[in-house]
Nanobody, 124 residues
Framework: QVQLVESGGGLVQAGGSLRLSCAASGMIFSIDAMGWYRQAPGTQRELVADITSRGSTNYADSVKGRFTISRDNAKNTVYLQMNSLKPEDTAVYYC??????????????????WGQGTQVTVSS
């Protein structure tokens, strides 16, 4: 079974920094893109940033220049360094692993996985 476990969320003042981590575990053979999404109360989940297995990155306009996504393919781990945080960055942040090829209960499957989410709160 594949699991994504996030860590690093918390409470920070505006202008501060946090670093999120997401580690994928299980009998994983490959992961295409890994990304971070966020969802604030009453809003739809939105893409924050993602990174392909080759290191190509994509950012939401609202976080460009402040957030940096990186990835350790050997550890199946993705990171999100968040600097100059603003109150509007407050949300639950979710990790996603796209097109993950893994052996689950003896069967090879390819599907997407989500983490359980980690709360990020930025106070003004």
């Amino acid at each position: 079974q594949v699991q994504l476990v996030e860590s690093g969320g918390g409470l920070v003042q505006a202008g501060g920094s946090l670093r999120l981590s997401c580690a994928a575990s299980g009998m994983i053979f490959s992961i295409d893109a890994m990304g971070w999404y966020r969802q604030a109360p009453g809003t739809q989940r939105e893409l924050v940033a993602d990174i392909t297995s080759r290191g190509s990155t994509n950012y939401a306009d609202s976080v460009k220049g402040r957030f940096t996504i990186s990835r350790d393919n050997a550890k199946n781990t993705v990171y999100l360094q968040m600097n100059s945080l603003k109150p509007e960055d407050t949300a639950v942040y979710y990790c996603k692993a796209d097109k993950t090829v893994a052996r689950v209960k003896g069967v090879m499957i390819a599907t997407d996985y989500w983490g359980q989410g980690t709360q990020v709160t930025v106070s003004s």
